[in-house]
Each structure stands twice: as structure tokens, then as C-alpha cells.
């Protein structure tokens, strides 16, 4: 068991449980950059991992009664045959002299996906100032949107690994506006279960596997999970979140084909802009602070 691939997940482990998204989107490029596995194996041992980590939070919402089920069950109608199918892609591509690229190229589309749905997401909460706050029970669900969500969920990261936190839960966002951020997280998080289950199945089938790189995954990545997710009830995500904004956006550029540099360009623009928006965010809270003191004091009469 290499220790490097433990103390790695255990870092991208701390990161999911803080911030609720970015797992396959970080975890299977840190397994090809830094520890050279190969992106097919790389790709379905963390699948397999997932198996074990993603049911710690599902548990956590489900306890707290802010998972729709219904919406549960029609995304797995969806998800699940075409997570295996997309494992079964995956295998497909292996066979050939260029599947290594073709693999790369797809992991790159995805991230970049992932990475505009981040984006989306964010853009969305600020504008609507968490306004959304749709029970559970009062969701009406649409099986044929829902269904179909869970196929395009399943067959990306069937094939890619990534896509089952950013990407589906920003296609929630649209099929269902009035639907809390809470309860979104919580039903994305239980219908990542079965659809993980599927993707790893698939991968067990097809022989994709390198069992100590997954026991390696799974060693550092659960208790860092249950470690980050007793953390962010204190931790604010908004410090986070742009970094692995930043880390999914430079993946997925090397993985699409993009050179060193442009690479290296296009990561530091992101990563300024980011912080130019902390920047500017914190200085009008502070503002708005100041406005509501003062028209609290003008208010208060004078004796």
C-alpha cells in the first residue's frame, strides 16, 4: 500500500466532507499527476472507493429528513444501468492503441463540466441569496426530467468518475428552482450511493481494478471524510470551494489537451479572480454591517 496515495486521499477526503463536492473531480487526477496510474485504473479504483465513502453523508441527511426520496428513485432508474453501461465504455476504449488519450480527453470534458457547474452553482446561490426553500414534501417530481438526469449523471461517471456531486446537483438546480440547497445536497448524496455501487460494479466486471491503489483511497479518504464533516459546521466553505474550483479547472485543461502553459495561465487568472471575489464579497458585508448600524442608530431616539 503506497502511504503517499493514503496521506492524498486523505487530503481530497478532508475536502469532500468540508465542502460536499469535488471527490472524483480531484481524487482520480491526483492518482494519474502525481502517482502515475494509469487513467483507466485510476478511474474505476476510485469508483470503487466511493462505495465506501459516499454512504457516511448520505446517512447524515437521511437522519435529518432532507433527502426526496422519490427524486432518489427515479434518478436511479436513470443512473444506475447507465453507470455500468459507461464502465463498460471504459473498457471498450482500453482495448484500443488510443484509448489512453481518448480516456484523457473525456476525463477533461468532464472536469471542465464539473468545473462550470461549480461555477453555476455559486453564481446561483449568491443571486438568489439561498432563497430556495422547497420542503421535501411539497417537490413535485417529474420522472421523465428526472430519469433522464440520472442517465447523463450515470454515464459520466461511469466513464470518467467525475460528474455525481457538481454536475448533478446543478441539473437538480434547474429541474427543480424551488427546491432548498439543503435538501438538493441531501438527495444528491443518497442517489450518489446506488449510482457509485453501479459505476464500481461495472469496473469490478471489466477488470479495471488495482485492489492497493483502492485500499489505499479508502484508508485515508473515510475517516478523512468523517473528519471534514464534523468540520464544516464550523469551517466556512466559501474559502474552499475556490480552491478546488481552481484545482478541477487546471485538471481538466491538462487532460483536454492544453499545454503547460496555458495551463499554468489560465489556473492563476482563476485563482486571482477568486480572491478578487472574497475580497470584494467580505468588503460588502462589511458595508451592508455598516449601513444596517447606522440606520439602526438613527433610528433610536436621543435623550
Known sequence: ???????????????????GAGGGALMTPMLVLLFSVKAST?????????????????????????????????MAVGSVPAAFFGSWLLHLLDGGSSASAVVQRALGAALLLG????????????????????TVAATAVRPATTVAIGALGGLVVGLTSVGSGSLLIVLLMFAYPNLSARSLVGTDLVQAV??????????????????????AIIVGS????????????????????PAIFCVVVASGLKYAGFTPTEVVSV?????????????????????????????LQAKVPSR
Open 115 to 134: 468545473a462550470a457547474a461549480m461555477l453555476v452553482r455559486y453564481v446561483l446561490d449568491r443571486r438568489s441569496a439561498n432563497a430556495r426553500a422547497g
Open 42 to 74: 485510476a478511474i474505476s479504483s476510485d469508483l470503487v472507493a466511493a462505495v465506501a465513502m459516499r454512504p457516511f453523508g448520505a446517512v447524515v441527511h437521511l437522519r435529518r429528513g432532507n433527502v426526496n426520496l422519490a427524486l432518489v428513485r427515479w
Open 1 to 19: 500500500m503506497n502511504g503517499y496515495v493514503v496521506v492524498g486521499s486523505a487530503v481530497v477526503g478532508l475536502l469532500v466532507g468540508l465542502t
Open 267 to 295: 489556473a492563476a487568472v482563476v485563482a486571482v479572480a477568486a480572491v478578487a471575489d472574497l475580497g470584494l464579497t467580505r468588503r460588502a458585508r462589511r458595508l451592508n454591517s455598516s449601513v444596517q448600524m447606522t440606520t
Open 222 to 241: 473515510v475517516p478523512a471524510v468523517l473528519v471534514g464533516s464534523l468540520l464544516s459546521s464550523r469551517v466556512d466553505d466559501r474559502w474552499l470551494r
Open 194 to 215: 446506488p449510482l457509485a455501487a453501479a459505476a464500481a460494479l461495472g469496473a469490478l466486471a471489466f477488470g479495471h481494478i488495482e485492489f492497493p491503489v483502492t485500499a
